[in-house]
């Protein structure tokens, strides 16, 4: 993964290294070669992540389908402050809210996005949403929410093209 770990004590960092040793993870030239030169380009490629993932998420707002939109870097959002305070900016990833809708509707919302592949994502280039299910997983504080939830990450289509894709799809939805 080309990862970095900070170990905040003796033991973990003891414990990381055995992890490294004993797993022998070494990555190879090419890996390392193709991670350099995704960071050359991490900067705007962030910035774009940024721009689309608002742009879509303030979209999204307007929306009569939608409940709730998730983004940190949206003012009326529960933890803006903390995200104003602790970061510089956003990336592409944030959380939707639907009215409530069934399990169908949304999949049938979801089956024929051509631009929105469904899956998660940790900052690839491409778009991608996934239905999610907070409740279910949520252990420090109680989901508020009643509709379904999507899970989107914006990624370097044109902003445009990836909101004519949620149009169709909130077509299906309805239609459903």
């Not at 991670?35 to 900067?43: A, E, H, I, N, V």
Request: charged share 20%; aromatic share 8%.
């Amino acid at each position: 993964m080309l990862g970095t770990a900070t170990a905040g004590d003796r033991d973990t960092y003891l414990s990381l290294k055995w992890t490294a040793v004993e797993i022998g993870t070494c990555a190879g030239p090419d890996d390392c070669y193709l991670g350099l030169r995704g960071m050359r380009t991490l900067g705007p490629r962030l910035k774009r992540h940024q721009e689309t993932g608002i742009r879509i998420a303030e979209w999204l707002k307007q929306r009569p389908e939608v409940a709730t939109v998730l983004h940190p870097a949206l003012t009326d959002c529960p933890g803006h402050a903390i995200w104003k305070r602790d970061f510089t900016g956003a990336c592409g990833l944030f959380g939707v809210v639907l009215n409530p809708y069934s399990k169908q509707a949304v999949s049938a919302m979801l089956n024929d996005l051509e631009l929105f592949g469904l899956g998660y994502s940790w900052g690839g280039y491409e778009s991608l949403i996934i239905p999610t299910t907070p409740p279910t997983s949520r252990t420090a504080t109680s989901w508020p929410h009643l509709g379904p939830s999507l899970r989107i990450h914006a990624g370097l289509e044109d902003p445009d093209d990836l909101i004519a894709d949620l149009v169709a799809g909130f077509d299906r939805l309805n239609a459903a």
